[in-house]
């Protein structure tokens, strides 16, 4: 057995213990209970919505659905956006640190 600095980084091991780096399946190490406890907020989330602006809305006369498709609406988005982050392999978006470092301290100035 032989210590390299390939590209498992350094201090890896080849030989009989080479470790197979699967990127085609970004959902095999998910946290289930970090799942959990999304889906548990965003719910809760959804509900105190929903409870806290019926009344309001239909006593306006005002579809008492209207924040809740909303809130659900953005969800459905942030839900998209989190697939699609998960599926992007972030060791290939190595060479754009600089780039956005300095987009976000643009905006940072931009606020200012």
């Known amino acids: 057995m032989t210590v390299t600095a390939g590209p498992l980084g350094a201090g890896a091991t080849t030989g009989a ?24 907020i965003a719910g809760i989330g959804l509900l105190m919505v929903y409870s806290a602006t ?20 953005n969800l459905a988005v942030g839900a ?3 697939v699609a982050t998960l599926l992007v392999d972030y060791r290939r978006l190595r060479p754009l640190t600089v780039v956005v470092y300095l987009g976000m301290c643009l905006m940072l100035v931009a606020v200012v």
């Open 17 to 40: 213990r080479t470790r197979s780096l699967n990127f085609g399946v970004p959902w095999r190490k998910l946290d289930v209970s970090l799942i959990g406890a999304l889906v548990s």
């Open 54 to 73: 019926r009344q309001a809305l239909a006593g306006a006369g005002i579809d008492p659905h209207y924040y809740l498709k909303r809130q659900a609406l």
């Open 80 to 82: 998209v956006l989190l």
